[in-house]
Protein backbone atom coordinates (compact mmCIF):
# COMPACT_ATOMS: atom_id res chain seq x y z
CA UNK A 1 0.00 0.00 0.00
CA UNK A 2 1.46 3.75 -0.84
CA UNK A 3 0.04 6.50 0.87
CA UNK A 4 -0.05 9.72 -0.36
CA UNK A 5 -1.22 12.93 2.22
CA UNK A 6 -2.13 16.26 1.47
CA UNK A 7 -3.67 19.18 2.05
CA UNK A 8 -1.81 20.90 4.85
CA UNK A 9 -1.30 24.67 4.58
CA UNK A 10 -0.39 27.79 6.72
CA UNK A 11 -4.24 28.97 8.12
CA UNK A 12 -4.76 31.10 11.01
CA UNK A 13 -6.14 29.89 14.36
CA UNK A 14 -9.80 29.39 14.42
CA UNK A 15 -9.38 28.30 10.53
CA UNK A 16 -9.94 25.14 8.46
CA UNK A 17 -8.11 22.60 6.93
CA UNK A 18 -9.29 19.56 4.95
CA UNK A 19 -6.34 16.52 4.56
CA UNK A 20 -6.68 13.67 2.33
CA UNK A 21 -4.90 10.45 2.07
CA UNK A 22 -4.73 8.36 -1.05
CA UNK A 23 -4.27 4.98 -0.97
CA UNK A 24 -2.98 3.10 -4.14
CA UNK A 25 -2.12 -1.00 -4.06
CA UNK A 26 -4.82 -2.11 -1.91
CA UNK A 27 -7.93 -0.79 -0.73
CA UNK A 28 -8.78 0.17 2.81
CA UNK A 29 -11.42 -2.11 3.49
CA UNK A 30 -10.77 -4.79 6.77
CA UNK A 31 -7.83 -2.24 8.19
CA UNK A 32 -7.93 0.97 10.26
CA UNK A 33 -6.90 4.01 8.45
CA UNK A 34 -5.41 6.77 11.10
CA UNK A 35 -3.60 10.34 11.48
CA UNK A 36 -0.98 11.18 13.52
CA UNK A 37 1.05 14.18 14.09
CA UNK A 38 4.05 15.23 15.00
CA UNK A 39 5.08 18.44 16.34
CA UNK A 40 8.70 19.67 16.16
CA UNK A 41 10.84 17.76 18.56
CA UNK A 42 8.33 15.83 19.92
CA UNK A 43 6.96 12.11 19.74
CA UNK A 44 4.57 11.11 17.04
CA UNK A 45 0.92 11.28 18.38
CA UNK A 46 -2.32 9.87 17.65
CA UNK A 47 -4.98 11.91 16.65
CA UNK A 48 -8.10 10.00 14.90
CA UNK A 49 -8.61 6.69 13.60
CA UNK A 50 -11.20 5.00 11.41
CA UNK A 51 -11.63 1.53 11.96
CA UNK A 52 -13.11 -0.91 9.38
CA UNK A 53 -16.19 -1.55 11.65
CA UNK A 54 -16.99 2.26 10.86
CA UNK A 55 -16.37 2.95 14.31
CA UNK A 56 -14.15 6.71 14.80
CA UNK A 57 -11.53 7.79 17.58
CA UNK A 58 -10.23 10.61 18.43
CA UNK A 59 -7.43 12.25 20.44
CA UNK A 60 -9.52 13.86 23.56
CA UNK A 61 -8.05 17.35 22.79
CA UNK A 62 -9.37 17.36 18.50
CA UNK A 63 -12.32 16.28 19.70
CA UNK A 64 -15.44 18.01 18.65
CA UNK A 65 -13.13 19.84 15.98
CA UNK A 66 -11.77 17.29 13.84
CA UNK A 67 -13.52 14.57 11.51
CA UNK A 68 -12.28 11.66 10.22
CA UNK A 69 -13.85 10.35 7.17
CA UNK A 70 -13.19 7.85 4.52
CA UNK A 71 -14.22 7.20 1.20
CA UNK A 72 -14.45 3.56 -0.01
CA UNK A 73 -15.18 4.41 -3.57
CA UNK A 74 -12.16 6.70 -3.99
CA UNK A 75 -9.60 4.64 -1.24
CA UNK A 76 -9.14 7.95 0.33
CA UNK A 77 -9.36 9.20 4.15
CA UNK A 78 -9.81 12.86 5.08
CA UNK A 79 -9.30 14.57 8.42
CA UNK A 80 -11.44 17.82 8.34
CA UNK A 81 -9.69 20.06 10.84
CA UNK A 82 -11.70 23.34 12.04
CA UNK A 83 -11.31 25.42 14.76
CA UNK A 84 -7.48 25.12 14.53
CA UNK A 85 -5.07 26.27 17.39
CA UNK A 86 -1.66 27.13 17.93
CA UNK A 87 -0.73 23.50 19.32
CA UNK A 88 -2.46 21.71 16.27
CA UNK A 89 1.13 22.85 14.20
CA UNK A 90 2.55 19.68 13.54
CA UNK A 91 3.45 17.29 10.68
CA UNK A 92 0.00 15.12 9.94
CA UNK A 93 0.68 11.70 8.67
CA UNK A 94 -1.45 9.18 7.55
CA UNK A 95 -1.20 5.59 8.46
CA UNK A 96 -3.11 1.92 7.76
CA UNK A 97 -2.83 -0.66 9.65
CA UNK A 98 -4.62 -3.61 12.08
CA UNK A 99 -3.85 -2.49 15.52
CA UNK A 100 -6.30 -4.06 18.26
CA UNK A 101 -8.59 -1.64 19.90
CA UNK A 102 -7.00 -1.08 22.71
CA UNK A 103 -3.67 -0.70 20.82
CA UNK A 104 -4.80 2.06 17.88
CA UNK A 105 -2.95 5.16 19.23
CA UNK A 106 0.58 2.69 19.19
CA UNK A 107 2.25 4.36 15.60
CA UNK A 108 4.56 1.21 15.76
CA UNK A 109 1.36 -1.15 15.08
CA UNK A 110 0.82 0.48 11.84
CA UNK A 111 2.53 -1.01 8.67
CA UNK A 112 1.51 2.04 5.81
CA UNK A 113 2.64 5.44 6.08
CA UNK A 114 1.97 8.36 3.94
CA UNK A 115 4.89 11.09 3.39
CA UNK A 116 3.27 13.64 5.97
CA UNK A 117 1.77 16.98 5.43
CA UNK A 118 2.50 20.11 7.12
CA UNK A 119 0.09 21.76 8.94
CA UNK A 120 0.75 25.40 10.70
CA UNK A 121 -1.61 27.28 12.56
CA UNK A 122 -0.85 31.00 13.40
CA UNK A 123 -1.95 33.98 15.55
Known amino acids: VQLQACGGGVVQAGGSLRLSCAASGRPFSGYTTAWFRQAQGKERDFVAS???????HYTDSVKGRFTISRDHTKNTVYLHMSDLKLEDTAVYYC??????????????????WGQGTLVTVSS
Open 95 to 112: AVGRPILSSMTDPALYHY
Open 50 to 56: FRSTGTR
